[in-house]
């Protein structure tokens, strides 16, 4: 579930008259569509997609009164693909990303198979790194949301898995709202798709506290204990933000600050951005700095990757392990800045929306990319909307974005510097 709907959530906590009964509210948003999209020199596909301007899903929120101005709280929310009905999902694109195995050249002996077997084993490494889900990979049936909590007249403590502080910032400022495949995500992260995401999303296994001001002013603490972060793998992990929520603007500024699996600093992630409104108009601006050294990836994958090497006799099985470890931890390494601009303009019962995003890499070998934006949403009715999205990605030097939507990833076109385009059309309904 997005920000805006936790957050409309704990507004309403505070909304409610004192005394009122305990309540328990059922809901969720059922969206699908149709995607058309080319990437590189592929041949275009047609395809039908599941949460492509919001992720389908089937939530449960409840509230109960205690007086005095305090309210327990709970929001348990699950994933659900409608195109499978599952609650799992995985790149759009099949192609693998050279980006994960770049540089990584086995030395394997004569005796082993030498060259022959080397090649195998990259591989065998790229294949084990692109897994058929990526989405949920822990299978975990309210992977969305799940969290309780205690409002009181100086705030609320939220406990459980919940959306960063960060994230909240940026999907604020995203013209797309986290959505189809101009959402300002799609390009923010390094070329192995979610496997190095560029902002932590949710973190497991989280205590928040959440504050707003009658002026606008909001802001929230996370901190997340062991084996927290958006995969469940950061040692520790913790972030903050402020945002001024009046008059027409919405603006934050926030950090979000994981580890991987040993403390060691791992994604860290800043983000300023928000939008104004006014007349027909929305206008937004942003600016997304990340870094990480440690991706908890590395390990995860070391783990998936051991027994293809245990097959080979020691010391060569822990040489192999070591040449990989080495190059995983090159490629996985994030340090880019994106930036995105935009507008809304509202033409009677619907919306114009265009956006420019661009990620400057820092690294060497650049993973840099700039993505167009353009589309029309129109209300069929309060809780029914129908849209149409097209989109374009200029890859430039080591580049492998393609076209996402809100519920999976885009995944990687089939070569370094393609390009990826599309068009989207598809239909949302609230309920």
Same mark, same amino acid.
């Given at each position: 579930?997005?920000?805006? #709907? ?7 906590? !505070?909304?409610? /008259? ?63 693909? #409608? ?16 980006? #994960? ?13 030498? *060259?022959?077997?080397?090649?195998? #084993? ?8 692109? /897994? ?32 960063? /502080? ?67 793998? @950061? ?24 580890? @991987?699996?040993?403390? *060691? ?7 300023? %951005?928000?939008?104004?409104? !006014? ?32 097959? !080979? ?11 990989a470890n080495a190059a995983l931890k ?30 400057? @890499? ?14 029309? @949403? ?9 849209y149409l999205v097209g989109a374009y ?12 939507? %809100?519920?999976?990833?885009?995944? !990687?076109? *089939? ?17």
């Amino acid at each position: 579930m997005k920000t805006k #709907l936790l957050a409309a959530g704990i507004a309403a906590c !505070f909304a409610v /008259p004192a005394m009122a009964q305990s309540s328990v509210t059922i809901y969720g948003i059922a969206d699908a569509g149709v995607m058309y999209v080319k990437n590189g020199g592929q041949d275009a596909k047609t395809k039908l997609v599941s949460g492509i301007a919001d992720g389908s899903r089937l939530g449960f929120r409840g509230i109960e009164d205690m007086g005095g101005g305090y309210k327990a709280i709970f929001n348990l929310e699950a994933r659900v693909e #409608l195109d499978t009905g599952r609650q799992q999902t995985g790149n759009l694109s099949s192609n693998p990303t050279f980006a #994960l195995t770049e540089g990584l050249n086995f030395t394997v002996p004569a005796a082993a198979g030498g *060259a022959a077997t080397a090649e195998k #084993l990259r591989a065998g490494v790229q294949a084990a790194l692109n /897994p058929a889900i990526n989405v949920n990979i822990n299978n975990a049936l309210f992977d969305r949301t799940s969290m309780v909590g205690l409002v009181t007249p100086v705030g609320a403590v939220l406990l459980g898995r919940m959306y960063t /502080p960060g994230y909240e910032v940026l999907n604020a400022g995203d013209v797309f709202e986290s959505g189809t495949a101009a959402g300002w995500g799609g390009i923010v992260g390094g070329t192995g798709g979610l496997l190095t995401a560029g902002i932590a999303i949710r973190s497991d296994k989280s205590i928040q506290y959440r504050m707003e001001l009658p002026n606008g002013l909001k802001a929230s603490a996370m901190y997340g204990t062991e084996k927290s972060g958006y995969i469940g793998m @950061d040692k520790r992990s913790w972030g903050a933000n402020v945002r001024y929520v009046a008059n027409g603007w919405d603006v934050g500024l926030a950090h979000n600050h994981g580890t @991987d699996q040993v403390g *060691a600093r791992g994604l860290v992630t800043t983000t300023l %951005a928000g939008s104004y409104a !006014f007349d027909n108009w929305k206008l937004f601006l942003g600016a997304h700095k990340q870094k990480n050294e440690n991706s908890v990836i590395i390990r995860y994958a070391g783990d998936l990757l051991a027994p293809t090497f245990a097959a !080979f006799p020691a010391p060569l099985s822990t040489l192999l392990a070591g040449q990989a470890n080495a190059a995983l931890k090159r490629n996985f390494l994030l340090d880019a800045i994106s930036y995105q601009v935009g507008f809304h303009y509202k033409v009677g019962a619907g919306r114009i929306m265009a956006s420019v995003v661009r990620q400057d @890499d820092k690294r060497a070998d650049a993973s840099d990319a700039t993505q167009y934006g353009l589309g029309y @949403d129109y209300n069929l009715s309060k809780r029914t909307d129908v849209y149409l999205v097209g989109a374009y990605i200029k890859n430039e030097n080591d580049g492998q974005y393609a076209l996402g939507a %809100a519920s999976a990833s885009g995944g !990687f076109t *089939a070569k370094p510097g393609q390009s990826s385009k599309g068009i989207q059309v598809g239909m949302r309904h609230r309920f």
